[in-house]
């Protein structure tokens, strides 16, 4: 296969950007994300890609659950900042003001909008990220903004 040529075709997946979260009550993970998807309306659940060596993939295999913060097109930094994973402090992450929702997770006040999940499934296929299958628990309102994309950043993650 043409590698420069997968990479040109895969990177036209449109995707969003997200912070996803996670707490198991002893550690608290963070990270931008962008393989996501809705998968099921009823129940309502989504799946996500993590990449298998990050802390927040450890948390979320310990917790059981994650919550996606979406983030708006005018918050490029937000998502920039969590390129490297924060802890919660002074009831900021990563500079952020935090709730901590219904299952403990924390959701960043300023995104566009917030979901947690409950982990129903876990997939290891063998590659570098693995899937996690989460039912949606709870949703929550923050900002009332448009969802920002990769390709509106100019970043590449994929392919």
């Known amino acids: ?50 990449k298998k060596d990050s802390s927040l993939h450890k948390v979320i295999m ?19 900042t969590f390129f490297k994973g924060h802890s919660v402090e002074s009831g900021k992450l990563g500079g952020y003001d935090v709730i901590f929702g219904e299952l403990g997770c924390p959701i960043i006040k300023d995104a566009a909008g917030a979901f947690e999940c409950e982990v129903i499934n876990h997939i290891d296929f063998g590659g570098d ?11 929550y309102q923050l900002q009332d903004k448009e969802p920002l994309s990769m390709i509106e950043t100019g970043w590449y993650y994929g392919g």
Not at 129 to 139: A, E, L, Y
Request: charged share 20%; no cysteine.
């Open 129 to 139: 990220h693995d899937i996690f299958v989460g039912k949606v628990v709870q949703v």
């Open 1 to 50: 296969m043409d590698e420069a040529l997968k990479k040109k075709v895969l990177r036209k997946i449109h995707y969003g950007l997200f912070v996803a979260t996670s707490s198991d009550n002893q550690n608290t993970a963070s990270g931008t994300i962008n393989w996501v998807s809705q998968v099921s309306f009823k129940p309502p659940a989504v799946v996500i890609g993590v």
């Open 62 to 80: 310990s917790s059981k659950k994650f919550a996606l913060n979406i983030v708006g097109k005018d918050q490029k930094d937000m998502a920039q």
